[in-house]
């Protein structure tokens, strides 16, 4: 059983396309993540939900948008893609949020690798 | 602000050589840390994690790491090398009160010869 899943695992489009990358969890986990990992690897957050609600948002350009329809599920959609946008995004899940939960692990989806021709 | 530095960007090892990957932290408030490791092409796995209990923490597949406050490191270590090991490492840091968010540093690979 996947524990957490995100469709496409590639995506290769042009510059001022939009597009959206899906994640889906199986772990009855309250929490969602999207982080984007460079080309140096580099993994940061993006964005996170707790139940539906945002709880945080890097400062990403606002041409990423999240959306969660459920607890289960954590969208991410992309306007007017940038050559810089090229990276994998990560979706991940944890049980919990602050304080003693602050220590739950976060479940990793296997990464989309996005390509901005 | 919360951040991790890990030295070395690529580490080799032989096969049954110990592993010695490091990972220095800084945090204003008594920090959570983590390991993870990445196989190509997938994503990220918990190896194992410091919850202020025991300062030397036992994962999976023979990793340990020990938390050391002075030094302010989380060091991951392995005895012995094996060839599946060969992976890129993240240390990561989080902590606090209010939302749990991951801080991870930039990554170690580790290459494991025969």
Known sequence: ?117 | AQSVTQLGSHVSVSEGALVLLRCNYSSSVPPYLFWYVQYPNQGLQLLLKYTSAATLVKGINGFEAEFKKSETSFHLTKPSAHMSDAAEYFCAVSGGTGFQKLVFGTGTRLLVSP
């Open chain 1, 1 to 117: 059983d996947t524990a957490v899943s995100q469709t496409p695992k590639y995506l290769v489009t042009q510059m001022g396309n939009d597009k959206s990358i899906k994640c889906e969890q199986n772990l009855g986990h309250d929490t969602m993540y999207w982080y984007k990992q460079d080309s140096k690897k580099f993994l940061k957050i993006m964005f996170s939900y707790n139940n539906k609600e945002l709880i945080i948002n890097e400062t990403v350009p606002n041409r990423f948008s999240p959306k969660s329809p459920d607890k289960a599920h954590l969208n991410l959609h992309i306007n007017s893609l940038e050559l810089g946008d090229s990276a994998v995004y990560f979706c991940a899940s944890s049980r919990g949020l602050a304080g003693v939960l602050t220590t739950d692990t976060q479940y990793f989806g296997p990464g989309t690798r996005l390509t901005v021709l």
